[in-house]
């Protein structure tokens, strides 16, 4: 759970307490992420954004942000498979890998860009980024622009990283582009 919740590599000190917690509460889940979720190192800035988001999360994350409209799941399936995770395909019984260093292969790494691309340029098949969604982003004033995405994508512009994003968009983004171009960065693979 510390792993899942904190970091791939979590303090020792945090698993061992949570450790303690689980043995001395039976077992107790309320406890064991109460634990968690009340350490130091939940809140600590050094952890935050620390996680890489599975292709799964990550896609679910672009639909949840972009208020995406799905009629079918056919896109959503094959961009998943390409990024290496097809839904219920899992060799392994224990699951799917949660540490960034499964996901970040360069070649992987290609096909989340594409469905960011595809996604915001209305592309992807079975999905849909609604009117209303656009109609927050004013593509006449760049600033204004820029700080509603980094709101609505990020969570506000005070992201680390979020300058050099701002660069990269240039002087006049295009919505739809400036939109990909968020979604298949860095910053908004890591939760």
Known sequence: ????????????????????????????????YEAIIFSDAFMDPAYQRAKFRTPFEYVVASLRATDARITHFGGIRESLARMGQPVYSCVDPTGYADTAEAWLDPGVLVYRWDFALKLSGGQLGGVKIPESFWRQFSPDDPEALKRDLAETLLGGADVPGWSDLVIALGEKPKPREAVGLILGSPLFQQQ
Not at 10 to 16: F, G, S, T
């Open 1 to 32: 759970m510390c792993r899942y919740l904190v970091h791939d590599d979590p303090p020792e000190q945090l698993v061992d307490h949570v450790a303690s917690v689980f043995s001395e509460t039976d077992g107790d889940l309320k406890a064991v």
